[in-house]
């Protein structure tokens, strides 16, 4: 075994869903610069909703979608910084839920918006020793919980939502590169028992290290795996803002294509995103068995990350 199959995907997004002129309602902001500054038009915000239970409704279509194999379930990764509990894990509740038994390793992995490709490439590290089992991969976020609906430079980014991926051992090319640096000034949230715990954030310096980071990313993975861009299909990045992968895009001339969006309708859903846009995108029936794409992510932390895999 070398790489890893996705066999099966789902996501879920909150019914409430705030468009721009909501936003607008709440903060000093309006729909055009929302727009143009971000390209989000609307976001799913939970009500009767958790992180859990976004977390067990994603995993439980994917879950569905493979004939529901819940004996053959190794170990349910959740990445994750908004649990509904510091412990109990995510994880072990949507185990629970999905009635997976107790031969399950099931814990939460935070990496904020890298958390999916970290938790996926955790999860094949798994199947290197368990080649037999599957493993649950889900990246699951309620981040209304820890944004300031008063502060307008933040509140109008962030969405809920979750996505999973059922994953197996396969035979198929696979490469993982992750980094962090320990930055805890660009983008933070403080921790339980501190005086507030909202999402705070210097945009710009997020912009910048996003644009290069991505870009680097993509270049590494090309290099170490000497192929070009003219063989992989799909590139998903961390859906955080349009601008953001205009630039990237742009730096592959021709290749603009490959570049999928679909957070404006979601926002920037953090660990959520990736998994997101991999389900929408099965869904669609355009991803297909044997194409080939290139994940990237960067977040809080900061973190950043690559992925390159055979579907
Ligand atoms: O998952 C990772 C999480 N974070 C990110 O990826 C964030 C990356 N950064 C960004 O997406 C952008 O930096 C933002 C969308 C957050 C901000 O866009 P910007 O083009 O960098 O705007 P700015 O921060 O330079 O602000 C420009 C102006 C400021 O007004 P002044 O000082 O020029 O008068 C802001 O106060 O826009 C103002 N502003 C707003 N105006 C209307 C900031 N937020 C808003 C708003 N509505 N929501």
């Not at 607008?24 to 610069?33: M, Q």
């Not at 969405?159 to 490469?175: C, M, Q, S, V």
């Not at 990313?217 to 299909?233: A, V």
């Not at 895009?249 to 969006?261: A, D, L, N």
């Amino acid at each position: 075994m070398k790489g890893i199959h996705i066999i099966s995907t789902g996501s879920a997004v909150p019914e409430t869903c705030y468009d721009n002129e909501k936003m607008s309602e709440l903060v000093e902001t309006s729909d055009e610069w929302i727009r143009t500054r971000t390209g989000i038009r609307s976001r799913h915000i939970c009500k009767e909703e958790s992180c859990v239970s976004l977390a067990v409704s994603a995993a439980g279509k994917a879950m569905e979608r493979a004939g529901n194999p819940a004996n053959r379930i190794g170990a349910v990764i959740v990445a994750t910084s908004t649990g509904d509990y510091s412990f109990p894990s995510v994880a072990c509740l949507v185990a629970k839920e999905l009635g997976l038994g107790t031969d399950v390793m099931a814990f939460d992995l935070a990496a904020a918006c890298s958390g999916f490709l970290y938790a996926m490439d955790v999860g094949r590290n798994f199947l290197l020793a368990h080649e037999d089992r599957y493993v649950l991969v889900i990246g699951a976020e309620q981040l209304s919980r820890i944004v300031d609906y008063t502060d307008r430079s933040t509140c109008i980014l962030f969405g809920d939502g979750a996505g999973a991926a059922l994953i197996e051992a396969a035979d198929t090319p696979y490469f993982h590169h992750s980094g962090c640096d320990g930055d805890a000034e660009v983008l933070s949230c403080k921790g339980v028992g501190q005086d507030e715990m909202y999402i705070h954030m210097k945009g710009n310096s997020v912009f910048k290290f996003a644009v290069s980071t991505l870009k680097e990313s993509i270049d590494r993975i090309l290099r170490e795996q000497k192929i070009s861009m003219d063989e992989i299909d799909y590139v998903i990045c961390h859906q955080a803002n349009a601008r953001i992968i205009d630039h990237v895009k742009k730096k592959y001339p021709g290749q603009e294509k490959k570049f999928y969006m679909n957070l404006e309708r979601y926002g920037n859903t953090s660990a959520a995103s990736i998994p997101m846009v991999i389900d929408e995108l099965m869904e669609l029936g355009e991803l297909k068995e044997g194409m080939k794409i290139v994940c990237v992510g960067f977040g809080a932390g900061l973190t950043w990350g690559g992925t390159f895999l055979q579907i």
